[in-house]
């Protein structure tokens, strides 16, 4: 065999060895998240399906009860204190109120608008769908336990980018664009695993690196660079208002980039505070979306926060307002963003399948099922090949230096994702046990 040869199988075993490694982190995290994704993309649809009776009510002509009248009777049904009101966003849904119970825990009571009588209730974020995204999320298990999906987001950046290589024709017409064999066959397992990467690489990527913002280390890292600064908001946005230490995270769902921005501080007054009435007539006047959430001040310093996050990013908006004149304290839209800001808000709403409606959402759940397919097909490919009673890991290069080289280059992905860097040095560690431990028989043969 000639040199170049050899060191061209040397370097696709190292790619391949690598590729597997991948495989073994991120595969069984994928499929946990393709299929949580998949179902969270409909949440409205299963949401209101799910809860009919529940959200959903008959659409009047008549003036709507005043959203005091509603609160009033959330708090009748489910005693506590108010926290959040949320209007509705389309004429036959119900109001939500969000409460906060004498012993600790929240409740959202569902009213209906036209009526005021109150529909149901449900712990606060406890329907199914709220179910579904902590276990995309990983938050059923902890904090630490989200570090994992940014450790598997990395990993499976490294898996598309090795696939690639390890799919890449080099003469060869079969198992390129299609599936040879039939399923009694690893051959066919294989074809299927490399054609079905080729199609959905290209999502995984995009859907990684999305899910990115919602990371510890890194989408923290990225959100402190964001909030602040004129790359991501523009200047004056928060000169001059008094800022409180409320985090308007602490206070309502926000977009992953406004998560560490404080509330501003209401200004002192002996004047009564505005009631939720006069707030809802303030940020109707200012032009919030229907569908806007109010959260309510806890104190006399906090600000009356009017907050929308609907699909259309157009009308993304947060408004604060001073409790007792009513005056913005801060009004910021999606076009006030700096471009960091507006990119990566836009990544997140075609992650989340909000940017382009049905089509957006089809398209990913279609992404969804090729990345299960794809995890299927490498683990009966791997199933079939492996020697038995061992793992299978693919045979190291002859020329240890290749291995060295492609960790090298993945080594600049673990610069950026730091933990991911971190993983892929236990993981470096562990190959050098393994390859040890494999040429110690060779060793004591030739002595």
């Known amino acids: 065999m000639s040199r170049t040869r050899r060191d061209a199988n040397d370097l696709y075993r190292a790619v391949w060895r690598w590729h597997f490694y991948a495989g073994l982190v991120a595969l069984p995290f994928l499929i946990l998240l393709a299929a949580t994704g998949a179902l969270y993309l409909f949440k409205d649809e299963v949401e209101q399906w799910w809860y009919a009776d529940m959200l959903q009510v008959e659409a009047q002509s008549t003036a709507p009860v005043s959203a005091q009248a509603q609160l009033d009777a959330a708090l009748t049904a489910q005693p506590g204190e108010a926290f959040r009101y949320v209007t509705p966003a389309a004429p036959d849904l119900a109001t939500e109120v969000d409460i906060r119970t004498a012993d600790g825990g929240k409740r959202a009571v569902y009213v209906d608008p036209y009526t005021g009588d109150v529909t149901g209730t449900l712990p606060y974020r406890g329907s199914v769908m709220w179910t579904i995204r902590h276990l995309h999320s990983l938050n059923y298990f902890g904090s630490a336990a989200s570090m994992i999906i940014e450790i598997v987001a990395g990993w499976s950046i490294l898996l598309v980018l090795t696939g690639i290589y390890l799919w ?29 990467g080729l199609f959905v690489g290209g999502f995984i990527l995009f859907l990684a690196v999305t899910g990115m913002p919602w990371s510890t280390v890194w989408g923290s890292k990225v ?71 109010v959260s309510l001040p806890n104190g006399a310093d906090d600000a009356i926060t009017g907050s929308i996050y609907p699909d259309d990013l157009s009308q993304q908006r947060v408004v604060h307002i001073d409790q007792y004149t009513g005056e913005p304290l801060l009004d910021m839209s999606y076009a006030d963003y700096g471009p960091l800001g507006r990119t990566l808000e836009w990544g997140v709403n075609v992650h989340l399948g909000q940017e382009f409606g049905v089509v957006n959402q089809v398209v990913l759940a279609l992404a969804c099922a090729g990345i299960v397919l794809l995890c299927v097909a490498s683990g009966v490919m791997w199933w079939m090949r492996r020697p038995s009673g061992r793992l299978g890991v693919p045979p190291a290069p002859q020329d240890p230096r290749k291995l ?44």
């Open 168 to 196: 890449w024709p080099r003469g060869q017409r079969g198992g390129v664009v299609t599936v040879r064999s039939r399923p009694t066959k690893r051959l066919f397992w294989r074809d299927l695993h490399a054609v079905t």
């Open 223 to 293: 959100n402190e660079i964001a909030n602040g600064n004129n790359f991501g908001y523009p200047d004056g946005v928060r000169v001059n208002v008094p800022m409180s230490d409320t985090r308007l995270a602490e206070r309502e769902l926000t977009p992953w980039s406004l998560e560490q921005a404080q509330l501003p501080a209401s200004t002192a007054s002996h004047a009564p505070a505005m009631g939720l009435d006069r707030a809802i007539a303030r940020f109707d006047t200012l032009g919030l979306a229907p569908g806007y959430a």
């Open 404 to 447: 060295r080289g492609v960790l090298a280059l993945l080594a600049i992905g673990g610069v950026i994702f730091p933990l991911v860097g971190a993983s892929m040095i236990v993981m470096a560690l562990i190959d050098a046990g393994i390859r040890h431990r494999a040429a110690r028989p060779a060793a004591g043969t030739t002595s």
